[in-house]
T-cell receptor
Framework: QKEVEQNSGPLSVPEGAIASLNCTYSDRGSQSFFWYRQYSGKSPELIMFIYSNGDKEDGRFTAQLNKASQYVSLLIRDSQPSDSATYLCAVNDQAGTALIFGKGTTLSVSS | GAVVSQHPSWVICKSGTSVKIECRSLDFQATTMFWYRQFPKQSLMLMATSNEGSKATYEQGVEKDKFLINHASLTLSTLTVTSAHPEDSSFYIC??????????FGDGTRLSIL
């Protein structure tokens, strides 16, 4: 059974702080890793994707991948109240098509 | 950026009604489209994967005769919930992928069966 695990939270951080979201996956053959943001009642929105070990930065967001540890994380710098949402970690299966989603981590940024 | 349009956004209907949901990729050719269902406070559950011009692949436990999927073109896939019942009430979300593009999601359809 392929699984993606996330801490459900809520993760609470003050405005301006760094939020760190973590995800582990069970399928060692996974190739691509994605972070989606989902506001309540809305569909997921792609934030970042990463394929290679190391860090990938895009604005305030940094995705980190460690395939040996089967671990992927998302850092949000200078957190804003508008970042408050559920963050879904997703991993592709070995066929490179369907995504397997974690249950999501709820982030709450207080002003 | 890639845009996926899903319609309708909200459906309320009586038990026994069939409901069709459309998913369109507006600015790219979607070789593969996916249909998900999400119950409150739960994660997305993949229902089926559809490739243009071929039959959809359904996940275990999803009734293919109840959830009819058609992917007739590279820009349109439809999901028909046949003879819907209250337990089918959920948030249905499609996503589309083309070439090397990551998946992009439609806005979802909230289905309420009375």
């Amino acid at each position: 059974q392929k699984e993606v695990e996330q801490n459900s939270g809520p993760l609470s951080v003050p405005e301006g702080a760094i939020a760190s979201l973590n995800c582990t996956y069970s399928d060692r053959g996974s190739q691509s890793f994605f972070w989606y943001r989902q506001y309540s009642g809305k569909s997921p929105e792609l934030i970042m994707f990463i394929y290679s070990n190391g860090d990938k930065e895009d604005g305030r967001f940094t995705a980190q991948l460690n395939k040996a540890s089967q671990y992927v994380s998302l850092l949000i710098r200078d957190s804003q109240p508008s970042d408050s949402a559920t963050y879904l970690c997703a991993v592709n299966d070995q066929a490179g098509t369907a995504l397997i989603f974690g249950k999501g981590t709820t982030l709450s940024v207080s002003s | 950026g890639a845009v996926v349009s899903q319609h309708p956004s909200w459906v309320i209907c009586k038990s026994g009604t069939s409901v069709k949901i459309e998913c369109r990729s507006l600015d790219f050719q979607a070789t593969t489209m996916f249909w998900y269902r999400q119950f409150p406070k739960q994660s997305l559950m993949l229902m089926a994967t559809s490739n243009e011009g071929s039959k959809a692949t359904y996940e275990q436990g999803v009734e293919k005769d109840k959830f009819l999927i058609n992917h007739a073109s590279l820009t349109l896939s439809t999901l028909t919930v046949t003879s819907a019942h209250p337990e089918d009430s959920s948030f249905y979300i499609c996503s589309a992928r083309g070439g090397a593009q990551p998946q992009h999601f439609g806005d979802g359809t909230r289905l309420s069966i009375l």
